[in-house]
């Protein structure tokens, strides 16, 4: 993501969700949560509000934000909130402050904090996708997926070309039950980025759901060829195949998640299905 305030390429990502999906028997999968994706995607600069009676107070602040940024990347988030708080006061006009605390904030579990900053951030610029992406990503962890639907809305409406938008937008409207417009955002999602991960995964999960298997094992194939070390594909394509009697590539597949995974809760419901093909 290209932003004059710095850049932030590994964020730590939200803990991904879960979904509990029938078809042909009642199977454990695991839904990603995209928003990890976003972070890569911002094309948009946001944009430096600069006021001429104030801008040495302005610059110092982008100065302090681009190290606040440094501390948030390598972890330490409670120095990153605190210099963040030291941005807002010296240019509160600014978006991009109140952006990154949110990011912390989500990342912590704290989502009404990060909802209010979002909330602040989105107002500061409304030209600026990525608040709306963190929003719904927050809305989405309390549950409120409809008020997340619609943060989706207005950030595809200003990058109509990003594919993890779609992603994530089908996976909500899977999970609000709208399958057929799932279906149109996740091959859309596709059809922007083939080498998007999250798209295919979404589309092999809500395929399965639509009763589509074959299709779906396409997705998490394709999946698995683009990144071989994303554990979750190897738990879903382990699930279906175990469905369809193919015992053997079923135990290769939730073998090799449980070698990836560091997720007790999912490596304890590989262990229990191992144990039943056995």
């Not at 941005?87 to 009404?112: F, L």
């Amino acid at each position: 993501m290209s932003n004059n305030a710095g850049t932030v390429n590994n964020p730590s990502p939200l803990r991904p969700i879960t979904m509990l999906i029938g078809g042909g028997g009642i199977l454990f999968f695991i839904l990603a949560l995209t928003v990890w994706g976003l972070f890569s995607m911002q094309k948009q600069t946001d944009m430096v509000q600069v006021q001429t009676e104030t801008g040495t107070t302005v610059n110092s602040a982008i100065v302090l934000e681009a190290a606040a940024i440094d501390q948030m990347e390598i972890g330490n988030n409670a120095v990153a909130i605190k210099m963040f708080s030291q941005v807002i006061e010296m240019a509160p006009e600014r978006s991009a402050p109140y952006h990154y605390r949110a990011v912390i904030y989500a990342s912590q579990g704290e989502h009404e904090k990060a909802i209010a900053d979002f909330d602040v951030a989105i107002e500061a610029n409304s030209h600026w996708a990525l608040p709306l992406t963190g929003r719904a990503a927050s809305y989405t962890a309390m549950e409120q997926l409809s008020k997340a639907v619609a943060d989706l809305d207005k950030a595809i409406m200003l990058e109509p070309g990003e594919s993890t938008l779609y992603a994530n937008r089908g996976q909500l409207h899977h999970q609000l039950g709208k399958l057929n417009i799932a279906r149109e955002d996740l091959n859309m999602a596709v059809s922007l980025d083939a080498g998007s991960v999250p798209a295919h995964f979404n589309r092999g999960v809500l395929l399965y759901a639509l009763g589509k298997t074959d299709q779906a094992l396409a997705d998490f194939d394709k999946a698995i060829t683009i990144d071989p070390s994303h554990a979750p594909l190897y738990f879903n394509r382990g699930l279906i195949l175990a469905e369809l009697e193919q015992a053997e590539q079923a135990k290769a597949d939730l073998e090799q998640f449980i070698a990836l995974s560091n997720n007790e809760q999912w490596i304890g419901l590989a262990e229990m299905r191992l144990a039943e093909l056995e």
